[in-house]
């Protein structure tokens, strides 16, 4: 990866930050059925700010504790709490966040470059140098689930890295976390304070679980006795400008920025095997539910999805048009259906199957920040200081990979899309002049990739 | 608790209980009391007389206008003489905490964390560590510096400093915002640190940060422990003595930063688990135009120095242990130590302070245990109710041990140790400066009343027991801006013995 050229990027201490006000001693946060499910993937976030004169370590860090004071969720540790079994069996258990205010891990560190030079010249491996993460390990009474890394550049600039296990949040929570810290940094109201409520998402009275997809996936990693030959995945971040989505759309026929850079990349992995051929999606469930979650549901709360026996020869209108169809078709009764589907099955159960991944093996397409949080977060009160670059990585995604879209830092339609795949699809698609045409900008790509 | 057989009935009926009011008043006011009854006598008499009489009486004297001149100049040099040898009055005129940063602070979990993650520390020091914590009586709002939060801290000069100068220019600060005085006017000054002793000091740190006046007298105390906050009183007080019309600024403070035990000898750990960050800063003066606005009048000091006994100079000892890192040893008769530097202490104060029937009580029991023989089984030696001394009590808050050892030696009711526990569960031991800490929470409060005596009691290595006797001169009314401003409605609370941390 980074082969003949220094690491660019030393760690300089590490610390633990703590909420400013004490959590009420004796608190717990249980953790739903699909958190549980998530334990295989962690999430890796970089934010990137240039330079400005409060963007300083001690400042950040102040504000930071303010704003853990509203998460005790985030500074508690994970937990195997016994469940109270019918049959008396008393050997169930499930994952607890006790909050024990005990923090999070922060690690300062400094990266020998510019910003500038650094978006221009960083390669995917690097990129993870600036969101530090420690394995869980055996004990998780010690162990910080989250892990904030702050690196300062050369110019000024100013990384913020948030790593995080997926039980405890998914991507919208993590983004809203660094939000609500940018609020509290300029002392402005938190507009989206946590709503931390984990029965939002217990079962139904009446379940019915419910899922073709999860079975499928539990089966699979249950069939695998030996541990599949691990193929070495890569990352690159491929920034599509306004024009160049509008551009995408007008081919694409009448389908949303989703949906058609999905069939793009979707055609482009496939290419030269142009069949039929599945796909699984992920969208956020928060705001398409009868009874909506807040933005700020902290937890997970996305479904994942299966589009089947798509031609992808037909072009990509007919793609695109179909993945919206599907997509439209999403009922909440099939995300509670899963998600009982989940509970029935999860760790600590007797019933309890192995952990399969959720993002993958088969190629998977997430949307992600649908309503564009991560680029709406200033750290200072111009809006000249929203972040030069937002990256969100998903660990854990071994096979055939991961394509995450999201809002890029342009206004309007503009959209980056990071693809984690095999090396060598990484390269083609990196090559592939179907996606070229769009003119994307491509970031931290493997080293040794042409770029453009 | 203090131990006392239940009073038998009559003792504690009603009438009883005036009598011995009355018996009390009599003794602390014999002089008032013998004298008032003569003089109203004399008057009456004088009354019943002619004034004719009287001037005849006088002119019978013979005391011709140069005697009379002459005693009355007799009596203005004597009086002159006496009020001029009068020791000057020490007011202290405000004082002010140092108010630490909510980011700063060490929850158990953080702390017992951090423990774990440390590379030196092995399993049984975790766990050692672990138990001091739980029967600490510390809170959870407690401060370490921001060095002491890394894995693994990263003291250095410079860390040291710069904590250095974040509590004692805050703490300054506040007190010159309290008191406006200017930093030119002040004449003196102590600056007491004792584990941290850079050059140039921290006196001169504080000269070059408020540009403080080039015939200044300073001094700066190391290693005196944990009562050189009532030593520092005690040198600023002989100094205003010296010089007229004069303020001492004294700052005590304790660096934390360059202490943290790294090794494995567990009387070593005790202070890793129980220092916390805090300072304090006062302003003494002798000017008599500041009595109207100065809160507290010093009546007091009494030093004790138990540094004779070998046993007593090794019981807080700053050594290397065997792989060589250094640190503080507290060796385990600390206690009983403590009780007996105390015991010396109030030896000295008690006569000071106390009123005339608890010094006669002390009398008769020593003459009764010298007559009987100490060895009368059951016979404990009286020990003086101080409470009928002071109104408000501040204890060096070293650790729940000293505050549990002197509530009972003393007789102290859960009542009067309040400021020292709450000021232990809020910002831990804060060594020299905990005394001023209480003395916040007794006035954030609102139970500082005019005429209240406070006594402060420092322990500290050597071994010290200090004690200083202040007088509140203006009641202190709440809300009252100090470092409990934002806490004070949550206190008291109730300190468990043991807290469950694992």
Redesign the interface.
Known sequence: MTAGRERRVTLC??????S????RPGKTHPLSALDHAMARHFLRLVFYFRAAPTLTKSRL??S???VLSYYPAVTG?LHREPVEDAAGGGSEWRWVVKC????LRLVEARAHTTLDEWLASATDGEEMDLAHSEPMGH?T??W?PYCVQLTEFDDGAVAIGLSSAHINADLTSAILIVRAWSDAHRRACIVFPPFLHAPALDPRPNPNPNSALFSSKSAAAAASTEPAATTKMSSATFVFSDASVKSLLSDAGDASPFDALAALFWTRIAAPELGAADLTLGIDMRKRMHAPLPYAFYGNAFHFYRVRGVDLGAGLSRVAAEIRRVGEGVREEDFWEAVEWLHERRPGRREAEPAFQVYGPELTCVEVDRDAFAYGTPFEDNDGCRPAHVTCRVDGTEGAGLVLVMPAAAEGAARQVVVTLPDDVVAKVCRDAAIAKYEPTVLFAPAGVKKG | MPSSEAPPEFLSSVKLKYVRLGYQYLANHMATVLLVPVMVGFLLEALKQDPAELVSLWRALGISAVQILSTFFVLVLVGTAYFMSRPRPVYLVDFACFRPASNCRVPFATFLEHARLMPFFDEKSVRFQVRILERSGLGEETCLPPANHYIPPRASLEAARAEAELVIFSAVDELIAKTGVKPKDIDILVVNCSLFCPTPSLSAMVVNKYKLRSNILSFNLSGMGCSAGLISIDLARDLLQAHPNSYALVISTEIITPNYYAGNERAMLLPNCLFRMGAAALLLSNCRRDRGRAKYRLLHVVRSHKGADDRAYRCVFEEEDRDGNSGINLSKDLMAIAGEALKTNITTVGPLVLPVTEQLRFLASLVARRLMGASRPGWRPYIPDFKRAFEHFCIHAGGRAVIDELQRSLGLSAANVEASRMALHRFGNTSSSSLWYELGYIEAKGRMRRGDRVWMIGFGSGFKCNSAVWRCLRSVSTPVDGPWTDCIHRYPVDIPEVVKLL
């Not at chain 1, 201490?13 to 703590?18: G, I, P």
């Not at chain 1, 024990?100 to 923090?103: E, L, P």
């Open positions: 201490a590490k610390t633990t930050a703590v400013a006000i004490p959590v860090m102040n930071l504790s303010e540790r024990n205010d005990a923090g004990d009474s010690i910080s």
